[in-house]
T-cell receptor, first 114, second 117 residues
Framework: DQQVKQNSPSLSVQEGRISILNCDYT??????FLWYKKYPAEGPTFLIS?????DKNEDGRFTVFLNKSAKHLSLHIVPSQPGDSAVYFC?????????????FGTGTRLKVLA | DAGVTQSPTHLIKTRGQQVTLRCSPI?????VSWYQQVLGQGPQFIFQ???????GRGNFPDRFSARQFPNYSSELNVNALLLGDSALYLC????????????????FGPGTRLTVL
């Protein structure tokens, strides 16, 4: 049972344009959501997070939007740069479980074209 | 500041052998989590430790075990290796607590690539 889904395996965007990566979840107990970026042969790098009490969080070029009623979150990257080319994972966590484990999606490969 | 470190970087074992992977968390972090990532998938949760106590276990067989030491470093052990255990093993550290706001953002190490032949 895939509780966190990233339905787009890949995305190509022109440099300077907006990249929008999407993530859907099924577990209504999730209360903390994160985005990670991963380059080959490296561990995931934390990008940005959002608590379920918010619907938007910004950090520089990165903005995460959370729509709890639709159980959907998205990551916007503006403007996109060639260095942003990587695999992006969304992750979710249910704090009430006491474990704080993260459930990851399968990732979206972003390619930013120069 | 040093990030999460893992050793070894790469490891090749044969079926039936045992392996120990090591992780040192970011200074000040008291929680360590272990994940397995196979090609084409997202990381899968294996264990989480906080203050040397197991706080959670994922859906992995008993061949997988872990522990956390007083200095908050951690080891992941896998016995009786199978071909399907070939994967990237990731360690992540966090401050530990949940709370509000959440303080458990996990920061990952570079991983250990395990190949089982």
């Amino acid at each position: 049972d895939q509780q966190v889904k990233q339905n787009s395996p890949s995305l190509s965007v022109q440099e300077g344009r907006i990249s929008i990566l999407n993530c859907d979840y099924t577990n209504s107990m999730f209360d903390y959501f994160l985005w990670y970026k991963k380059y080959p042969a490296e561990g995931p790098t934390f990008l940005i997070s959002i608590s379920s009490i918010k619907d938007k969080n910004e950090d520089g070029r990165f903005t995460v939007f959370l729509n709890k009623s639709a159980k959907h979150l998205s990551l916007h990257i503006v403007p996109s740069q060639p260095g942003d080319s990587a695999v992006y994972f969304c992750a979710a966590s249910a704090g009430t479980s006491g474990t704080y484990k993260y459930i990851f999606g399968t990732g979206t490969r972003l390619k930013v074209l120069a | 500041d040093a990030g999460v470190t893992q050793s070894p970087t790469h490891l090749i074992k044969t079926r039936g052998q045992q392996v120990t992977l090591r992780c040192s968390p970011i200074s000040g972090h008291k929680s360590v989590s272990w994940y397995q990532q196979v090609l084409g998938q997202g990381p899968q949760f294996i264990f989480q430790y906080y203050e040397k106590e197991e706080r959670g276990r994922g859906n992995f067989p008993d061949r997988f075990s872990a522990r956390q030491f007083p200095n908050y470093s951690s080891e992941l052990n896998v016995n009786a290796l199978l071909l399907g255990d070939s994967a990237l093993y990731l360690c992540a550290s966090s401050l530990g607590g949940g709370g509000a706001p959440r303080t458990d953002t996990q920061y990952f190490g570079p991983g250990t690539r395990l190949t089982v032949l």
